[in-house]
């Protein structure tokens, strides 16, 4: 068995989940869920996505062996934290080395959130400005106090 196959596996046994119902969620053949299981084939590129989404957990948690379920974990809980505060003003604070010269010290609204990106807008003394934001550049996020 690959990486891949044994996440895909474990993950799928965690919930209860058989090969055939796995298979219908992704409108495959159980025999294709059993060869990426098994590592003798790898799913399409286009299905790693869908795959993701119904095991819950990241689409890097699937294809690098070096992300471990905790992160897959911690990221969840971090992408609920900002689906929670879509469309609430914010402040938000990065890593030093990914801070964001626009949004630095400044309020802003989450706009859209999918997965591991975040659309903000805000009114910044050069106007204002939308942008996409990778949420792991975020090192928290204040939610302000309606007024």
């Not at 890097?60 to 471990?68: E, G, T």
């Not at 010290?105 to 659309?119: A, Q, V």
Request: aromatic letters at 6%; charged letters at 35%.
């Amino acid at each position: 068995m690959t990486e891949l196959g044994n996440k895909i596996a474990q993950k799928r046994k965690d919930l209860g989940m058989t090969q055939i119902e796995f298979a219908d969620k992704l409108c495959v053949t159980r025999q294709t869920v059993s060869r990426w299981e098994a590592g003798s084939v790898m799913p399409d590129i286009d299905k790693i996505s869908d795959i993701a989404s119904i095991l819950g957990v990241s689409c890097d948690y699937l294809l690098k062996d070096d992300i471990k379920e905790e992160e897959s974990i911690v990221n969840r809980y971090l992408s609920k934290l900002v689906e929670n505060a879509a469309g609430k003003t914010v402040r938000l604070n990065f890593f030093d080395d990914e801070a964001d010269i626009d949004l630095f010290n400044t309020d802003c609204r989450i706009i859209d959130f999918e997965r591991n990106w975040m659309k903000v807008e805000a009114d910044t003394k050069k106007g204002h400005i939308e942008k996409l934001i990778p949420v792991s550049s975020i090192l928290s996020i204040e939610i302000k106090e309606a007024k």
